[in-house]
Every structure is written in structure tokens, then in C-alpha cells.
């Protein structure tokens, strides 16, 4: 009855396996991210570096069970404009970090080989 | 499927006093749906400009506090699962929504907002108890950067709630019209967006933050 009214919005394929699913993930994904954190089970590094793969795992759970996102033709353009964010949001985060940190290397007081002799002028 | 040509009559014959624009629901939905769905992309954009400042100031302290001395982790677990029920607790809206089961989906939706007002109690809580310790925002670059980016997630769950208030008065009001459907459908966008946001922030914020 409501096929005709719904059939085109997010969810019009949702049922309760998706919910379940996802669900069940997330707790699994966050649990180990924050038990991996609290217990310090890995080196610094390792820790970081696994618990953002962690939540890179969880967002694409997220968006395909929740947000029902997916690669049909229906929704080719939101993967689209999905993908394109991605893009924007990669050159935002990572050019920030790299300028930045860039930056603050070469500011370091301590970096003698950043300065130029006088006789180069 | 409807021919676009019969319609017209359809409509004359069934619903007189609906105007003829109520005949592209559909397509006004997908259109909708889409725009929504670009709006949210532009929030991801804004988002990454507060995690990329965080990602460079946020181990600035200033001689302050830091993340590892103001933040506890069991406590933002707490507020990790209260809004990932919510965000499961939408979920039963969508389906029950789609099977047209009106008091169910006034139930699941109150759910969803008892445990988003729960979350945004729980920041409020967490932001009060770190001004009162002199960890407020103006403190360090990290604490601006933190307070900034939470706060700028609390406030967009913040405005969730509020639509979700008016969307469960339409949806009393009214029953599930195609206008109730297409907004349950643009506002589980948006909160099950928020919850993917949230994973960002605390693993980005809270877990990178103590270690």
C-alpha cells in the first residue's frame, strides 16, 4: 500500500537484517577500538593506526546498512556526490596536516639548514 | 505503473480536493532525496574543515589540561552507545513506516528521541563539568578546536530532535501522508549521518586523544 508513496525513498529496501547487522558490527568496530585504546595492548602507533581502520570499517558498515547506500543504478548519483565529498574531504584533511606539519618542521628554531648563508643574495 | 496520460483523470475521479502535484510524489521524492543527500555531503565538507583544525591543533595545550587527563573513555562509550541505539532505533522507524503502522512508528520514533535527548544531555553534562574545571574552550587551541568540533556534532543532534518533534506532531496530525513518509525518510538521513560522524569524532578526538 505504501509501496507507491516510498518506493523511492532511503530504506525503501531497509529490513530488520540490515538494522541487526549493522548493529551487531558497530558493537563488535567500536568495541575493539575502545578496549584496544583502554588496554593498551598495541604500541602507540599500531594503536592509532588500527583503531582508524576500525572506524573506516565502521562508516562504510554505517552507510551501507543504515544509510542504505549502494552501487544500483538508482543511486548512482548519490554515490556519486558521495564519492566527490570524499574527495574534497581527503584534500581538506590531508593538505591541512601535511602544510601544517610541513610548516612546523620548518620553523623549528633547532634547523640550521633552513637558514641561508648571507652570500647567496 | 500509472501511464503519465491517465492520470490526470485518475485524479479527478479519486482525490478531487489533492492538487495535481500530489501525482509526482514519486518523482518530487527522488529530487528531494537527492538534494538532501548533496546538503549532507556539504555538512561532511564542513565536518572535515573542524577535524582537519583539530587534526593541527589538537595536541596544543597551552600548558593546560589534556585529553588524557579530561577524558573518560568509559563515559564516552556511554554516549557512543546511547546514540548508535538511537540510530538503530530510527531504523525501526524506517520499517515501520514502510508498513504503514502509524502508533508504531510514533513509538520508535519517541525511542529515538528519548535516547538523542539522552546523548545530548550526557555533552551537555560532559561541556558543563569541563568549563567548571577550567577546561572551557578559551583555555587552549585543543579545547577551541574540541568545543568547536563536539559541539558543532551536539548541535546538528540538537537540531535532529527539534525536527523529529515537529515530524511526530505531522505525523500524529496527519497519519503517514506521502509528505510524513518523505520527511521519516530525510531525517533518518540525517541522523543515521550524525552516528557516522559521531564514529569519526570518537576515535579521532576521544580514543586519539588519551593515548
Known sequence: MADRRTQHLPGAAASLRHYARGFLLSVILTGAAFALVMTHALPREATIFVIFVLAAVQVVVHIADFLHVDTSLEQRWNLFATLFALLVVGILVGGSIWIMFSAHERMRPDMPAMTMPPESF | ?211
Open chain 2, 1 to 211: 505503473m500509472t501511464m503519465p496520460f491517465d492520470l490526470p483523470e485518475a485524479h479527478s475521479v479519486h482525490a478531487p480536493q489533492h492538487p495535481p502535484a500530489a501525482v509526482d510524489d514519486a518523482e518530487l521524492t527522488e529530487k528531494t532525496v537527492f538534494g538532501f543527500w548533496l546538503y549532507l555531503m556539504s555538512d561532511v565538507v564542513l565536518f572535515a574543515a573542524l577535524f582537519a583544525v583539530y587534526a593541527v591543533v589538537g595536541r596544543s595545550y597551552a600548558g593546560g589540561p589534556t585529553g588524557r587527563e579530561l577524558f573518560d573513555l568509559w563515559f564516552v562509550l556511554a554516549e557512543t552507545a546511547v546514540l548508535l541505539l538511537s540510530s538503530v532505533a530510527f531504523g525501526f522507524v524506517t520499517i515501520a513506516a514502510h508498513e504503514d503502522r502509524r502508533q508504531a512508528t510514533l513509538r520508535w520514533l519517541g525511542a529515538t528521541f528519548a535516547l538523542g535527548a539522552l546523548f545530548i544531555a550526557m555533552e551537555a553534562y560532559e561541556f558543563h563539568h569541563l568549563v567548571a574545571e577550567g577546561a572551557g574552550p578559551s583555555r587552549s587551541a585543543f579545547l577551541s578546536s574540541y568545543f568547536a568540533l563536539v559541539g558543532t556534532h551536539g548541535l546538528h543532534v540538537l537540531t535532529g530532535l527539534v525536527w523529529m518533534a515537529v515530524t511526530a506532531f505531522h505525523l500524529a496530525r496527519d497519519g503517514l501522508t506521502a509528505t510524513v513518509h518523505r520527511r521519516l525518510g530525510l531525517l533518518g538521513l540525517f541522523w543515521h549521518f550524525l552516528d557516522v560522524i559521531w564514529i569519526v569524532v570518537f576515535t579521532h578526538v576521544y580514543l586519539t586523544g588519551v593515548l
